[in-house]
């Protein structure tokens, strides 16, 4: 008999929570363990995963967002554990308030709830101020406490104890293939020019506004010599194309949208900038590194995500000079690392470890 397992998330669109968590699914053993999904309903608009997620036979239940009818969520949440007798529920998320989530699955009859943290800090006020209020019924509310790395799981359970799960990825996938590189700068029509690369949803917390000035001065003073290249799609993506409209860039920063090919588009970069106001330890970060680009992060980044040599660590509040001076200085040694997947694999990233553990978890519970 198949172990039920349910994974409460905010949502199946492309971002690196949701990018860790489809690693995982892909790695676990289905035959054994049936895992669905709860997610925050998006009227009208299809997400990103839920195609893929559909054709393996798992069921993707949608519910309104608890801020905005928190009762009604509850209420479902406790339903579709009872109605399909879910044992496990795993609920990934940035904040405590996921306790109300795992309260509606216990009640609803699940007998082991997780929760998995995925980041370091709140986007807004109310949900700080909501996350320290419920943090202390999280702790005594879940069985298993996880976190991407030691910041994010002091920050969702404070002194708690928690055990950190890194963010796995199909380490194979990123390795160092010039044949690729080479057929994705062509069809990214790039010849000579140094790529520069970000992979992230178009959010504040991501400052893009930051990278656009960046590279704008960085343009000025070599015209020509770089390309931007930004994946991802976003409630901000039309604010920072106008911004690189006005600025005279468009011919230069390249919007990619989302895209599943991340691991191809990381072979045509030659350095992956970074400059988030806050982070866990992010996917992305994680891919570039596999892919032996070197990487230029923000010091609000916890350094835990420097597995390899080719992260180096810049703070924001130098100003933006500071960071075209460096990536000037980097561009002039822009081989990629060749041993770099190794080394991500040596430092326990590889999904096919972690999906294991998890498997060993889940079954726990017959």
């Known amino acids: 008999m198949k172990t ?9 669109n492309c971002g690196g929570e949701e990018n860790f968590v489809m690693n995982l699914y892909r790695k676990l053993d289905l035959s054994k363990i049936q895992v669905d999904f709860l997610v925050t309903d998006t009227p009208g608009q299809k997400q990103f995963f839920e195609n893929e997620i559909e054709k393996n036979g798992s069921k993707i239940y949608k519910v309104p967002g608890k801020i905005r009818r ?44 997780i929760a998995h943290s995925h980041n370091s800090n709140a986007s807004s ?6 996350h320290y209020v419920f943090r202390p019924l999280l702790n005594v509310s879940a ?13 969702l359970y404070g002194k708690s104890r928690f055990r950190v799960i890194k963010n796995g990825i199909d380490v194979g996938k990123f390795a160092l293939n010039p044949q690729i590189r080479c057929q994705m700068r062509q069809q990214l029509g790039i010849r000579d020019a140094i790529v520069i690369g970000h992979i992230g949803r178009f959010d504040t917390v991501k400052n893009h506004e930051f990278l656009i000035s960046v590279f704008e001065l960085l343009n000025k003073r070599n015209p020509s010599k770089y390309k931007l290249v930004l994946v991802g799609m976003g409630d901000l993506e039309k604010r920072i194309k106008r911004m690189a409209y006005e600025k005279n860039l468009e011919k230069q920063v390249i919007f990619l949208g989302r895209r599943n090919n991340t691991q191809e588009l990381l072979q045509a970069m030659d350095l992956f900038v970074f400059p988030s106001l806050y982070e866990g330890v992010p996917l992305a970060l994680i891919e570039a590194q596999a892919s032996g680009t070197r990487c230029l992060v923000s010091d609000t980044i916890s350094e835990e995500v ?6 180096e660590f810049l703070p924001l509040d130098g100003g933006i000079e500071k960071w075209v001076d460096r990536i000037d200085q980097m561009s002039l040694q822009l081989d990629k690392m060749k041993e770099a997947s190794g080394l991500v694999r040596e430092n326990g990233y590889d999904i096919e470890n972690i999906a294991y553990y998890f498997e060993t978890i889940y079954r726990r519970v017959k």
């Open 4 to 12: 039920k397992v349910l994974m409460i998330m905010n949502s199946l």
């Open 70 to 113: 928190p009762l009604k969520t509850f209420h479902l949440i406790y339903q579709i554990v009872k109605e399909n007798q879910y044992k496990v529920v795993h609920r990934h998320s940035d904040n405590s308030l996921m306790v109300l989530d795992l309260w509606a699955a216990r009640l609803g009859g699940a007998v082991m709830c």
């Open 125 to 130: 006020k109310t949900i700080k101020f909501l």
């Open 143 to 155: 069985e298993y406490k996880y976190a991407c790395g030691i910041e994010a799981g002091k920050w």
């Open 306 to 311: 420097a597995i390899t040599p080719l992260v």
